[in-house]
């Protein structure tokens, strides 16, 4: 869907495209022209979601690339990771920190 969205830091507008997404000033009246401005342009939902996936995709294989590099410098003799997601990372889908995930690469029987 268009976003509108007010000057923030997170990095999250790497995935911003101009077409539609807006970030204006915190106030009232700069929203509501933003969100009648993307409402005016219609891009069908579609397009934005597949211009979306487009980078998330991008990322995603770089992400791949440094774990799978990363696997093999810590002595992993599995493959290269193919595709998100991908197998051998269900420790990332619970809480514990850093330090205890990293001990984990290449024991995914504990991870």
Known sequence: MPIVSTPSLGGRDVYFDPDYC??????PTAVRRAVERLRDRAIPREEIRGRTLEKVLAQRQEL?????????????SAPPLERWPF???????????????????GEPDRA
């Open 22 to 27: 807006l970030i204006v000033e915190p106030e």
């Open 87 to 105: 197998s051998g990372t269900e420790g990332l889908m619970r809480w514990a920190t850093v330090r205890e995930i990293a001990a984990l690469v």
């Open 64 to 76: 791949t690339a440094f774990l799978s590099a990363l696997l093999r410098r810590k002595g992993s």
